[in-house]
Structure formats: structure tokens, C-alpha cells
């Protein structure tokens, strides 16, 4: 692509606001011509890269608006600060698989124990 194309694409991916394609499309162009991807699996790729730009920064609005004292996650969870937790179990849960196979999930204890039952 020559180099006024490239720059007249990104004014106009710039224009509209679309960051996610604009950081993505050259990567994803090679990986359209090397693997012979068709326009609607190359625009796809293109559309999906957007679409998780924007859902991370949903996510990040929301979470500002919430205003956390602290953001935990469960990949910085300490599982050896509580050994009765079955670190594979909570993991397994975090899928939320329990969901689409219609389980109920049932945590019992007081709190801050942590013990559950499934």
C-alpha cells in the first residue's frame, strides 16, 4: 500500500473514531494476505478488533462510575491465603459454564470463609 493511501485510511479511521481498526488493520492485512482471507472474514477480523476497543472501554467507564475502593480480580487472588478454596474450582466457575447447563452454584459459610458447594 502506498503511502499516501496508508495516511489518507488512517485520517479517515481517525476521523471516525474507529481506534481499535486503526491500531489493528496493518497486522491484520498481512495475516488477510498471507492466510487468503475473503473482504468479509478480513472486514470480520477488522470489526472485531473495534468491537473489543470499545467493550474494554465500557468496562473501564463502568468501573470508574462504580468508584471501587480497590479493583480485585481473580487472577491476582491469593488461593494460599485460603487453602480450604480449590483455586481449579473457582477457576472452572469463572467460566460461568454453570450458567448454560442450567447448575445452580450455592457459596455456604460466614463470610470471608469462602467455602462453597456445587
Known sequence: MSNKLTSYLESQLQALKLKGILTHYQEITEKASQNNLSYQEYLSLLLEEELKRKNDGTVKTKINKARFPYIKTLEEFDFSFQPSLREK?????????????KENVIFLGPPGVGNYAK
Open 89 to 101: 474450582e473457582i477457576i472452572a466457575l469463572s467460566s460461568l459454564d454453570f450458567i448454560e447447563k
